[in-house]
């Protein structure tokens, strides 16, 4: 019997195929690295009809330590089917397996094991009573590793190899378990319990090579299986394993639908998760923001209804004196401080408007209020030609050259930069206006009334052509100077000249106007003498003026310099007036004529001749003005100077022995012009009409009081 054990070739029991297991996710299994466990079966039938039986269990030997490496060789270990065999029939020859390779069985792999020292014996099942059909085992929760080669293992059969069963290393190691029935167990002969587990005497040297492989194959198996057991325990569900026989009754898993339901759908990866998060926040995001703009937007539709017309600023123009309307305007409100604004735009009139009233002042003004508006004015002539452009406050100071009709813009613009408040409605308003200038000049007679030898003034307001008026009349004249205001123009009145009315006519920018002067007598004295030589020494008659002097009386005069400080009397100190001006000696006439002053033969002087209380006085400058002439013209007129007063108005004074002065020197009244003789003749004239000297030095000509 013996004999026969060791010649019966060991069969592989067929094993069943697994059960499709639900995964999570797929996980992929290398296939040539994870063969199926070895598993221990009932061994089928015998061909006689006897059964053999599994030896009896050997002791248990204590497990190796995870981290301990075994220094001796290993022994084959053989599948725990293949101890004991029976001899199978003779027309059946067991089909065996090549090995893949023929190495020694390795030593016990060193693996990672369960915290506790023994490994938990699986729980022995009856006897199947159908060997034909094996069940698949539970597999355990936690990975078993292989046992030593030292350790005894229970003896068992493995069952002979079918023509349809799968090899040995074909099944799935998690599908199958090694359980041994107690009646294995029990009817296992002596001669058998007593081998070494795992052994398998031979006198057949090639079956023990095959042996070796086949351990050292399923060691490899096993060493495989337990490095990737955590990732298939993690991922697959626990399915019970069939027992070799009748096993008790264990109630099924229960499975749910709806957790398989989610089983079969894939996880999601990591970046498609944050994908999705991503996805989620951007919508939640979108939501808020489409949230706050529908409140932001109803706020502002409030705002913006809000900004009404009432907002818009007034601004007031007058030009002249005349209000002006508007002819456009464009207003910004503001409904989001300055970020968000309503308009307000529209254009009133769209030609210029025309003034009734027209203009009679050269420089008219224009008013703008409020006056914190930056203002642009522009006005064209009748030929579209830009006459002025500039700010309305400008304008003041502008004066118009001519009359005519003229065309006008003002625009008036509020910025954020010139407004205080940012938030302040910007925008601007525009006014356009025709207006015609016809401006009559004024003209004033200063003197309504006169006297002989004194002066008239007359008055000519601004002029648009800035042309000099004229004056036309009986009266001698040196025409219109500058004045302040406008244009005045002196005229002398001579010792002689005809009281009564007189006509002036005055003529402006093509105005032409007519004065009324009138021109009283003056009170003059005479004198009677009867020889010649008793006249009065030196005499200078009207017409009898030097050439050097004559000459000078022609020319044009300056600008007014009696304006600052007026006139005074030459001689600081008193002095007497041998000769005043209109005086008329006679010599001879007869006592009738003396009583009613009719007489011929008889001359009046021009001008004043002084007689200083001391020899060799100094006199001064009456009034300031330019030197015209100062020399020695010699004979009875000595040292003569000649003295430009302005709008021609000339100082003469002759007999002088000293000068202080020369000709082309600008002097100011009270300065030194020289000394006097034992006489000096003092002389005023306006062009070539001497007028009274003493009226304009004591301050009685009212006529030079105008400038």
């Given at each position: 019997?013996?004999?026969?054990?060791?010649?019966?070739?060991?069969?592989?029991?067929?094993?069943?195929?697994p059960?499709?297991?639900?995964?999570?996710?797929?996980?992929?299994?290398?296939?040539?690295?994870?063969?199926?466990?070895?598993?221990?079966?009932?061994?089928?039938?015998?061909?006689?009809?006897?059964?053999?039986?599994?030896?009896?269990?050997?002791?248990?030997?204590?497990?190796?330590?995870?981290?301990?490496k075994?220094?001796?060789?290993?022994?084959?270990?053989?599948?725990?089917?293949?101890?004991?065999?029976?001899?199978?029939p003779?027309?059946?020859?067991?089909?065996?397996?090549?090995?893949?390779?023929?190495s020694?069985?390795?030593?016990?792999?060193?693996?990672?094991?369960?915290?506790?020292?023994?490994?938990?014996?699986?729980?022995?099942?009856?006897?199947?009573?159908?060997?034909?059909?094996?069940?698949?085992?539970?597999?355990?929760?936690t990975?078993?590793?292989?046992?030593?080669?030292?350790?005894?293992?229970?003896a068992?059969?493995?069952?002979?190899p079918?023509?349809?069963?799968?090899?040995?290393?074909?099944?799935?190691?998690?599908?199958?378990a090694?359980?041994?029935?107690?009646?294995?167990?029990?009817d296992?002969?002596?001669?058998?319990?007593?081998?070494?587990?795992?052994?398998?005497?031979?006198?057949?040297?090639?079956?023990?090579?095959?042996?070796?492989?086949?351990?050292?194959?399923?060691?490899n198996?096993s060493?495989?299986?337990?490095?990737s057991?955590?990732?298939?325990?993690?991922?697959?569900e626990?399915?019970?394993?069939?027992?070799a026989?009748?096993?008790?009754?264990?109630?099924?898993?229960?499975?749910?639908?709806?957790?398989?339901?989610?089983?079969?759908?894939?996880q999601?990866?990591?970046?498609q998760?944050?994908?999705?998060?991503?996805?989620?926040?951007?919508?939640?995001?979108?939501?808020?923001?489409?949230?706050?703009?529908?409140?932001a937007?109803?706020g502002?539709?409030?705002?913006?209804?809000?900004?009404?017309?009432?907002?818009?600023?007034?601004?007031?123009?007058?030009?002249d004196?005349?209000?002006?309307?508007?002819?456009?305007?464009?207003?910004?409100?503001?409904?989001?401080?300055?970020?968000?604004?309503?308009?307000?735009?529209?254009?009133?009139?769209?030609s210029?408007?025309?003034?009734?009233?027209?203009?009679?002042?050269?420089?008219?003004?224009?008013?703008?209020?409020?006056?914190?508006?930056?203002?642009?004015?522009?006005?064209?002539?009748?030929?579209?030609?830009?006459?002025?452009?500039?700010?309305?406050?400008?304008?003041?100071?502008?004066?118009?050259?001519e009359?005519?009709?003229?065309?006008?813009?003002?625009?008036?613009?509020?910025?954020d930069?010139?407004?205080?408040?940012?938030?302040?409605?910007?925008?601007?308003?525009?006014?356009?206006?025709?207006?015609?200038?016809?401006?009559?000049?004024?003209?004033?007679?200063?003197?309504?009334?006169?006297?002989?030898?004194?002066?008239?003034?007359?008055?000519?307001?601004?002029?648009?052509?800035?042309?000099?008026?004229?004056?036309?009349?009986?009266?001698?004249?040196?025409g219109?100077?500058r004045?302040?205001?406008?244009?005045?123009c002196?005229?002398?009145?001579?010792?002689?000249?005809?009281?009564?009315?007189t006509?002036?006519?005055?003529?402006?920018?093509?105005?032409?106007?007519?004065?009324?002067?009138?021109?009283?007598?003056?009170?003059y004295?005479?004198?009677?003498?009867?020889?010649?030589?008793?006249?009065?020494?030196?005499?200078?008659?009207?017409?009898?003026?030097?050439?050097?002097?004559?000459?000078?009386?022609?020319?044009?005069?300056?600008?007014?310099?009696?304006?600052?400080?007026?006139?005074?009397?030459?001689?600081?100190?008193?002095?007497?007036?041998?000769?005043?001006?209109?005086?008329?000696?006679?010599?001879?006439?007869?006592?009738?004529?003396?009583?009613?002053?009719?007489?011929?033969?008889?001359?009046?002087?021009?001008?004043?001749?002084?007689?200083?209380?001391?020899?060799k006085?100094?006199?001064?400058?009456?009034?300031?003005?330019?030197?015209?002439?100062?020399?020695?013209?010699?004979g009875?007129?000595?040292?003569?100077?000649?003295?430009d007063?302005?709008?021609?108005?000339?100082?003469?004074?002759?007999?002088?022995?000293?000068?202080?002065v020369?000709?082309?020197?600008?002097?100011?009244?009270g300065?030194?012009?020289?000394?006097?003789?034992?006489?000096?003749?003092?002389?005023?004239?306006i062009?070539?009409?001497?007028?009274?000297?003493?009226l304009?030095?004591?301050?009685?000509?009212?006529?030079?009081?105008?400038?």
């Amino acid at each position: 019997m013996e004999e026969d054990k060791k010649s019966t070739a060991v069969q592989p029991e067929e094993a069943p195929k697994p059960k499709p297991r639900r995964r999570k996710a797929a996980i992929p299994q290398p296939a040539a690295d994870t063969p199926p466990a070895p598993t221990d079966s009932a061994e089928p039938p015998a061909a006689d009809g006897q059964t053999t039986k599994k030896p009896a269990a050997s002791p248990k030997k204590p497990r190796a330590k995870k981290n301990t490496k075994t220094t001796k060789t290993a022994k084959p270990k053989t599948p725990k089917a293949a101890k004991t065999a029976k001899k199978a029939p003779a027309d059946e020859t067991p089909e065996r397996k090549a090995p893949a390779q023929e190495s020694p069985v390795p030593a016990a792999p060193e693996l990672a094991e369960p915290k506790s020292e023994s490994k938990p014996e699986p729980p022995e099942t009856p006897a199947r009573e159908d060997a034909a059909a094996p069940t698949v085992p539970d597999v355990p929760s936690t990975p078993e590793l292989p046992e030593s080669a030292e350790r005894a293992e229970p003896a068992g059969t493995e069952p002979e190899p079918t023509a349809d069963a799968p090899a040995a290393d074909d099944t799935p190691a998690a599908d199958t378990a090694v359980t041994d029935t107690p009646e294995q167990a029990g009817d296992v002969p002596a001669e058998d319990a007593a081998e070494p587990s795992g052994l398998v005497f031979s006198d057949d040297l090639a079956n023990d090579k095959a042996l070796a492989a086949e351990a050292a194959r399923m060691a490899n198996i096993s060493r495989t299986a337990q490095l990737s057991i955590a990732q298939i325990m993690a991922g697959l569900e626990e399915d019970p394993a069939p027992s070799a026989g009748p096993a008790p009754a264990s109630e099924a898993p229960q499975h749910d639908s709806t957790a398989d339901d989610e089983d079969d759908e894939p996880q999601d990866t990591i970046p498609q998760a944050l994908g999705r998060g991503v996805f989620g926040m951007f919508k939640w995001l979108l939501l808020v923001v489409l949230f706050v703009l529908i409140i932001a937007g109803g706020g502002v539709a409030w705002l913006y209804r809000s900004a009404t017309p009432d907002m818009l600023p007034e601004v007031k123009v007058t030009f002249d004196g005349q209000e002006l309307a508007p002819t456009a305007y464009k207003w910004h409100v503001p409904v989001v401080g300055s970020f968000f604004r309503r308009t307000y735009a529209e254009t009133l009139n769209s030609s210029p408007v025309v003034l009734e009233d027209a203009i009679s002042d050269a420089s008219p003004d224009i008013i703008v209020t409020p006056s914190d508006y930056s203002t642009q004015l522009t006005i064209t002539d009748a030929d579209k030609e830009t006459v002025y452009e500039g700010s309305a406050t400008a304008f003041r100071s502008y004066l118009f050259a001519e009359n005519g009709t003229f065309d006008a813009k003002l625009v008036v613009t509020a910025s954020d930069s010139a407004a205080e408040d940012r938030s302040s409605v910007t925008g601007t308003e525009t006014w356009q206006f025709r207006f015609t200038v016809s401006i009559k000049p004024s003209v004033t007679l200063c003197t309504p009334t006169v006297q002989q030898g004194s002066v008239a003034a007359v008055r000519v307001g601004s002029t648009m052509s800035r042309t000099e008026p004229t004056l036309t009349g009986p009266l001698e004249s040196t025409g219109f100077v500058r004045a302040a205001n406008g244009w005045i123009c002196y005229l002398p009145i001579p010792w002689n000249a005809e009281t009564g009315n007189t006509e002036l006519t005055v003529t402006a920018d093509g105005y032409t106007e007519t004065l009324t002067l009138s021109v009283r007598a003056a009170s003059y004295s005479y004198k009677d003498y009867s020889a010649k030589s008793q006249l009065t020494s030196p005499y200078i008659g009207a017409d009898d003026a030097p050439d050097a002097v004559r000459r000078l009386l022609t020319t044009d005069g300056g600008e007014i310099q009696w304006a600052v400080g007026g006139f005074v009397q030459p001689f600081l100190d008193s002095f007497d007036t041998p000769l005043l001006y209109g005086t008329t000696e006679y010599v001879g006439r007869s006592y009738s004529e003396r009583s009613t002053n009719y007489g011929y033969g008889g001359r009046t002087s021009t001008n004043v001749v002084i007689k200083p209380k001391k020899s060799k006085d100094s006199m001064i400058v009456p009034a300031s003005g330019h030197v015209l002439l100062a020399e020695d013209l010699g004979g009875s007129y000595g040292y003569t100077v000649v003295i430009d007063h302005g709008a021609g108005l000339r100082s003469i004074f002759y007999g002088l022995t000293a000068l202080d002065v020369k000709a082309g020197d600008d002097v100011k009244q009270g300065q030194l012009l020289g000394t006097s003789g034992r006489t000096v003749v003092a002389e005023l004239r306006i062009g070539t009409v001497p007028i009274n000297p003493l009226l304009v030095w004591r301050g009685q000509c009212d006529g030079l009081k105008y400038f």
